[in-house]
């Protein structure tokens, strides 16, 4: 059976209570490794700070590990988030990535900060409004473009004889999407934390898109959140883990992702409890086969051309099996 769609692991590095960040860290490998047997397309990693449940604050580390430790499929980042970092400085981590790893690395870029405002202001962040500079600043070091007396035109990206992997543009708006398609690029539409609809983002990026070396055709992927368990009864139980530690960390509560049976424990403000009901409209939760309707009609009604998938589960066994299961739901064709 071929697979409805192709498929990519959007993976957050959750850290759980009572599980040492050391065990943690490896889970992204055990992840990526059975990514690339299962046919899954790519697996990216995202850029959080200032969380004591996510482990990824470096993309670029855990994307080196992760193709160190695989063999097929694409590594990226989803994404590094721009502003907080100086785009000579990203240019050439992934102008390095791309030597060590040919043909096998993406650089998915967004423009929030991936923490509060005083994570932002310890990364030294830019401002929302300075994002268009930066990415074109990016661009320039990468293709030589400054002008001849711009003083950047002096410092050459290194290493040489290497350019940057395939650039994504990741958003949730229109404008992110027209701005993707304009500059040739890959776009990535956020539905895993976005309640807006992905069809009219995908129309813009399609309508503005300019055909690029990497990108001759647009490419449009959806990221959804998803928890796959044997039925659907199970995958609800599991999911208090996610909707409990939310709901704390939106109230003020910052700690380790919580167990399901912490979660379930819990004793939750009114508050709380309409913070889990508003999110629990993002996120896709059931059997194999629920899951797969949901994801299927999210395709279906945005045109998505892949999809990637973020799993936060506490139990790093629970959340590989979630993986195998939607594997399987879709056909994908295992590597040899």
């Known amino acids: 059976m071929s697979p ?23 889970q992204t490998v055990e992840l990526a490794r059975l990514g690339d047997a299962l046919g899954f397309t790519r697996v990216w990693y995202a850029e959080h700070h200032g969380m004591p449940s996510i482990a990824s604050a470096a993309p670029e580390l855990l994307i080196a590990n992760a193709a160190a430790n695989t063999k097929s499929i694409r590594v990226g980042s989803g994404g ?13 981590a992934f102008r390095t990535l791309e030597a060590l790893h040919p043909g096998r690395v993406d650089l998915g870029i967004g423009r929030a900060p991936g923490g509060d405002g005083y994570a932002m202001q310890a990364l030294r962040s830019g401002s929302g409004e300075e994002f268009s500079a930066y990415l074109a600043e990016l661009l320039a070091f990468d293709e030589g473009g400054f002008p001849e007396h711009h003083p950047f035109a002096r410092v050459p990206a290194s290493p040489g004889g290497v350019h940057l992997p395939p650039l994504w543009l990741l958003g949730s708006s229109g404008a992110s999407a027209a701005a993707a398609g304009e500059l040739g690029m890959g776009y990535s539409f956020a539905a895993h934390f976005s309640p807006a609809p992905a069809g009219p983002a ?13 990108f001759p055709e647009p490419r449009a992927m959806i990221a959804v959140s998803a928890i796959v368990a044997p039925t659907d009864a199970e995958a609800t139980w599991l999911a208090r883990s996610q909707e409990v530690s939310i709901a704390l960390f939106f109230t003020g509560h910052r700690g ?16 709380q409890e309409a913070i889990i009901e508003q999110q629990r409209r993002l996120w896709i939760i059931g059997g194999p086969e629920t899951v797969k309707a949901a994801i299927m009609a999210k395709v279906e009604e945005s045109e998505a051309d892949e999809v990637m998938v973020t799993t936060t589960i506490h139990a790093p066994a629970m959340r590989l099996r979630s993986y195998r299961l939607l594997a399987e739901a879709f056909g994908l064709t295992p590597r040899s």
Not at 82 to 88: E, V
């Open 4 to 26: 409805s769609i192709p498929l990519s692991i959007l993976d957050l590095a959750p850290i759980g209570e009572g599980i040492p960040t050391p065990e943690a860290m490896q």
């Open 80 to 92: 590094i988030m721009l502003l907080n970092h100086r785009p000579l400085r990203i240019v050439e």
């Open 202 to 214: 995908f129309d813009a990026y399609r309508a503005s898109f300019r055909p690029s070396a990497a």
């Open 256 to 271: 380790p992702l919580l167990s399901p049976e912490s979660a379930h424990a819990m004793v939750l403000t009114e508050q």
